[in-house]
């Protein structure tokens, strides 16, 4: 069983800055490709950041294009999500997700493996 372990999130300030990392224990991780989505209450779960297996492609939703940087470290199993400029409307439940199919989804139920959502909150 693949478990994806986040850190990083929380509280902070209208254009501040937050770091999320996405840690698996698996051997496999950089046969997965990775994304990291959020879901503010009401509204469907959307991918923002997705990266390919060797981090050479990244998507990004047109709403944090320019503000958030996926990156991954596959020889620490890790994946990053930079979040500069937040603002209070990304205000939501980040989650990094892992899929084993190859090929390019950004769709939630394409994707295998779920870290356990951590709340960022920006404040005004």
């Known amino acids: 069983q693949v478990q994806l372990v986040e850190s990083g999130g929380g509280l902070v300030q209208a254009g501040g800055s937050l770091r999320r990392s996405c840690a698996t224990s698996?051997?496999?991780?950089?046969?997965?490709?990775m994304c990291w989505f959020r879901q503010a209450p009401g509204t469907e779960r959307e991918c923002v950041a997705a990266?390919?297996?060797?981090?050479?492609?990244?998507d990004y939703a047109d709403s944090v294009k320019g503000g958030f940087t996926i990156s991954r470290d596959n020889a620490k199993n890790t994946v990053y999500l930079q979040m500069n400029s937040l603002k209070p409307e990304e205000t939501a439940v980040y989650y990094c997700?892992?899929?084993?199919?190859?090929?390019?989804?950004?769709?939630?139920?394409?994707?295998?493996?779920w870290g356990q959502g951590t709340q960022v909150t920006v404040s005004s």
């Open positions: 997700a892992g899929a084993r199919a190859p090929g390019w989804s950004t769709v939630s139920v394409d994707y295998d493996y």
């Open positions: 698996g051997r496999t991780f950089s046969s997965y490709r």
């Open positions: 990266s390919s297996r060797n981090g050479g492609s990244t």
